[in-house]
C-alpha cells in the first residue's frame, strides 16, 4: 500500500506522457506515426526473408504469393506494427541491456483521447480500449448478418454470388466470437475485475497493454480478407477441412487472424488468474469473491487451456495448404476427422468462454438491483467450477452425425444433458435472487432479466440438441442457428449491454439516458424473438442452414425473418446515439448510483488514476444487501470497522 | 407465503404453460414421417418437449410473478429480506433437473439403439457425394448405378457413406436420419422405410460453391416395382 501512494506522490503534477519530441526524432517516438513505418519495413523483411528462402532452395517461383502474404501481411507487418507502437519497447530495451527507464507511469491513465490511441498500462484506460473496439468489430459483424438476410429474404440469389454469401456468415460469426463476444467480456472485466478486487491494476500491465493490441490486428485480418483475389473465407467459422484447405486465399487469413486473437485472449487470461490469484485486497478470501470475479477466474482457466487447441488445429490447416503436409488430407493418410476433435476441444469450451462472464454480470446486476443478497452464492461459484470441469468433456457432441466412433455419442451426451444441471442450479438462483425482492429495472436490471428468460429458452433448445437422436435430425439446420443465437445473443450479448449499462457510470462519470436505454432493451428483445424464434420452426422443418438458397416451402417465414432482423439491427442505432451522446454531455455520475456494496463503487466515477488512495480492507461478503451494519469492505482510512469487530457483531 | 399469491403462481404457470403447448402443437414442427427411424425420433422429439414446456412453464412462473409483484418505484431506497440460501431449495434444484435429463438420457440412448441396428435381409445402397451432386450403387443389383436414390417401402436400408472430395451430409427430413460423409471413412446409415413417396435429399454440411443446390431424391417404391427398376440394365 505504502509504495503505491509514493510512487504515486513522487509525480504530483504528472498529467500523463512527456509530449512526444518534434522533428524527425518523432519518427522513432513509440506510436502510431513509428508503427506507420515499422509495419511496412517488418512487411518487406517477410518478403524478403521468403525471396532468400525460396531463392537458396531452388523453389520456383521465386516470388510466391500465398506464401508473401502469409509471412509477410500476416505474420512480420504485425510485429513490426505492435513494435513500432511501442509495446515491445521495455521489454527490447531489457533484452538488449540498454538501462530500461524508471517506471513512471507516464504511460498510465487517459488524459485526452490521444492516450487511447497508444500503448496504455493503466487497466482502466484497455478495458475502454478494449470496449470500443470490439463494439466496432460488433457494427461490422452485424452489418455481416445483415448481408445474410438481405440475400435469403426469397429464395434464389438475389444480391451475391456463392462465395461471397459463404464469406459473409463465415467472417460474421468471426468477428462476432472472436472480435466482439470474447474480448468484450475481457475488456469488460479488464476495467472492473482489478477494482472488485481492490488491486491497484492487473498483475502485468504492459502484458495487457499487448493483449489489447494483438485485437484490431486480428479483426482487420479478417475483415480485409474480403479485399483479396477469392474473396473471403468461406468455410464458415468452424473452418472444417478438407473443404478449407483447398479454399482461395482468404482462408489464411482466417487462420492467422484467429492466432492472434487466440494469443490476446490467453495473455489477457493468465493476467486475470495472476491478478486474482496474488492481488485480493487483505481480506478478500475466495469466498468473500464477488461472482463477477469467480466468472472470469474460471473463464481464465478455459481459456488458458482450451485455446492452444484451437491454434493448433488452425495452423495444422494452414500447413496442409502451404507446406503440404498431410494432417488432415486423406490421400497422404491424414484425418480429416481429426480437425473437428481438436476444433471442438476448444470450441466447447469458448461456448463457455463465451458464457460465463455473462453469467457473472447477471449476477452482479440482479443482485445489486434486487436489493438481495445473491441466492445460494457457494453454490453459485462451485456450479461456475463444475461447468469449467464437464466443459471439456462434452466437445464430441457437436459431431454426432460427423463419423466418428459410435460408441462415443452416448457417454457424450450424457455428459452433455449433465451441464444443465449446474446451468440450471444458475438460472434457479437467480429467479430466488430476486424473488421477495424490491427489484429496480433500470436499464442494466432489464438486459439482465431479459437475460435470464432468453437463456432459459437457448438452454431448453440445447437440450434437444443434446439428445443424440433428436440432433441427428436437427444438426446442421436453422434449428441449431435459433439455438446458438439465443445462447450467445439472448445470453451473452444481452449480459454485455446489462454489463455496458451497469458500469456506464463507473467508465464514464457520466450518467446514460435511462428512457433511450429502455427503448433500446425494448427494440433488441422484440427483434430479437421475432428474428431468432422461427429459425427453430423452419429448422426441424428441413431447412439447412449455410445455403444461400433454400427450397420455396420456407419463403414467408425467411421474409419474415429478415424482416424483422433488419429492425433488431436498427435497434443499435438508438445503442450507439445513446452511448456517444451519453459520454458527452451525460448528467454527472455518482460513486455509487446503484447502491452496490462491491469495491468498485466505493470510489469515485471515473475512478482514481490508481484506483484507491489506500488499499481497502475487505471485512464481509460482497451481496449483504438488507443486513443490517453488514460492509464488505473499509476503505479510505474509515477504520470504524475492522474485520475482527464486524466477526464480534 | 400466502395462499392468494400461490394460486395467482400457479395461474401463471398454467398460461405459461399453455402457450408454449400452443406454439408447441399449432404449427407443423416436423416433416412428414416416412421411416420407422423417424416415428422413435418423433417419440424422443415430443418427450423432451414435454419436459421442456414443464420447466419453462415453472421458470416462466416464477419470473413473471416477480417482475410483477416485487418491481418498486426508483426512489424506493429499502433492501430486500436477506435471504442467503435455502439448502433444501437449492438440493431439489439439483437433484430434480439431474433426474430429468438422465431420463432423457435413457430414452435417447434406447430409441439410438433401435435405430442404429439393421433389419432382416438389409437392402444396402452405397452412397457417393461429391462437389455438387449425388449418386448411388447397389451391390445387390449388379452395381446398378443411379442419381436418385430408390428404396423399396418396409425394408431395412443399410447406407454406406462415400466421399470423393470434401466432407458432405445425408440428409432427409422425412426420415430423420442425418449422416456426414467423409473423405476416408465409410460410416453406415439405417433406414427403414414405411411410406411410399418422394422426398428431398438434402446436403447439410458446407461442402463449397454449389453446397445449397446439392440436392436429389429420394423415391420410396413399392418392393415389387423397386425389383422390376432394380433388375433393368442401365440407369
Known sequence: MTTLTHEHEAHPGRQGPAPPPRGWRRLLYPGLLRAAWMAPLFFGIGCGIVVLCRWWGGWQPIWFGEIIVLVGALIAGPIGFLAGIGAFDYWVRYAIGSPTKPEDHSGHGAYSWRDYFRVNTDHKVIGIQYLTTTIFFFLAGGLLAMLVRAELAKPGMQFFDNQTYNGLFSVHASLMIFLFVIPAFAGLANFVVPLMLGAPDMAFPRLNALSYWLLPIAGIMMLSSFLVPGGAFAAGWTGYAPLSIHQPLGTIFFNMGVQWAGASSIMTALNFLVTIITMRAPGMTFWRMPLLVWANFTTSLLVV??????????????????????????????????????????????????????????????????????????????????????????????????????????????????????????????????????????????????????????????????????????????????????????????????????????????????????LHFWLTFVGFNLTFFPMHLIGTQGMPRRVSDYAPQFANWNLFISIASFALGASTIVFLYNMVTSMRRGAPAEANPWRSLTLEWQVSSPPPIFNFDEIPQVVGNPYEYGVPGARHAVLNGDRAATETEVRSR | MRRGSIVQLIVIGVLAGAVASAVALIPNWLPSSASREAGRIDFVFWFVTGICIFVFSIVAAVSVYSVWKFRVKPDDDSDGPPIHGHTGLEIAWTAVPALLVTAIAIVSAIVLAKDDAAGANPLRVNVYAQQFFWSFSYPGYGDKKSDVLRLPVNRSVVLEGHSKDVIHSFWVPEFRQKQDLVPGLTPTLHITPNKVGTYPLICTELCGLGHALMRSRVVVMEPAAFDKWASRKGA
Do not use: C
Request: proline residues 5%; without cysteine.
Open chain 1, 305 to 518: 487451456i482450451a485455446t492452444p487447441f484451437i491454434a493448433g488445429s488452425q495452423f495444422f490447416v494452414m500447413f496442409d495448404r502451404v507446406m503440404h503436409t498431410h494432417f488432415f488430407d486423406v490421400a497422404g493418410g491424414g484425418y480429416p476427422l481429426g480437425y473437428q476433435h481438436i476444433f471442438w476441444f476448444y470450441s466447447h469450451p469458448a461456448v463457455y468462454i463465451m458464457m460465463l462472464p455473462g453469467f457473472g454480470i447477471a449476477s452482479e446486476v440482479i443482485s445489486a438491483m434486487s436489493r438481495k443478497p445473491i441466492f445460494g452464492y457457494r453454490l453459485m461459484a462451485l456450479s461456475l467450477m463444475a461447468i469449467l470441469v464437464l466443459g471439456f468433456s462434452v466437445w464430441a457432441h457437436h459431431m454426432f452425425v460427423s463419423g466418428m466412433a459410435p460408441w462415443l455419442r452416448v457417454p457424450m451426451m450424457i455428459t452433455t444433458l449433465m451441464i444443465a444441471v449446474p446451468t440450471g442450479i444458475k438460472v434457479f438462483s437467480w429467479l430466488a435472487t430476486i424473488w421477495e425482492g424490491k427489484l429496480n429495472f433500470a436499464t442494466p436490471m432489464l438486459w439482465a432479466v431479459g437475460f435470464v428468460s432468453m437463456f432459459v429458452i437457448g438452454g431448453l433448445s440445447g437440450i434437444y440438441l443434446g439428445a443424440v437422436p433428436i440432433d441427428i435430425h436437427v444438426s446442421d439446420t436453422y434449428f441449431v442457428v435459433a439455438h446458438i443465437h439465443y445462447v450467445l445473443f439472448g445470453g451473452s450479448l444481452f449480459t454485455i449491454f446489462a454489463g455496458i449499462y451497469y458500469w456506464f457510470p463507473k467508465m464514464t462519470g457520466r450518467q446514460y439516458n435511462e428512457k433511450l436505454g429502455k
